[in-house]
C-alpha cells in the first residue's frame, strides 16, 4: 500500500498536481505516525 502511495504523490509531483501531491503525501505521515501541523503535514514544509 505504501509503494502504491509513494507511486502516485510521483506521479502527482510529475504533473504538478501539488494538491493530489499533498492529499497522498499527508496519507503517508499519517500511515508513517508522524503528527500533523496546524495546517498539515505538507503545509508546515512550505
Known amino acids: 500500500m505504501l509503494a502504491s ?3 502516485a504523490l510521483t ?3 510529475a504533473l504538478g498536481d ?3 501531491a ?3 503525501h ?3 505521515g499519517r500511515l508513517l505516525g508522524v503528527p500533523l501541523g496546524p ?3 505538507a503545509g508546515s514544509r512550505r
Do not use: N, T
Request: aromatic share 6%; hydrophobic share 60%.
Open 5 to 7: 502511495l509513494a507511486s
Open 11 to 13: 506521479h502527482a509531483v
Open 18 to 20: 501539488q494538491l493530489a
Open 22 to 24: 499533498r492529499v497522498v
Open 26 to 28: 499527508e496519507a503517508i
Open 39 to 41: 495546517e498539515g503535514w
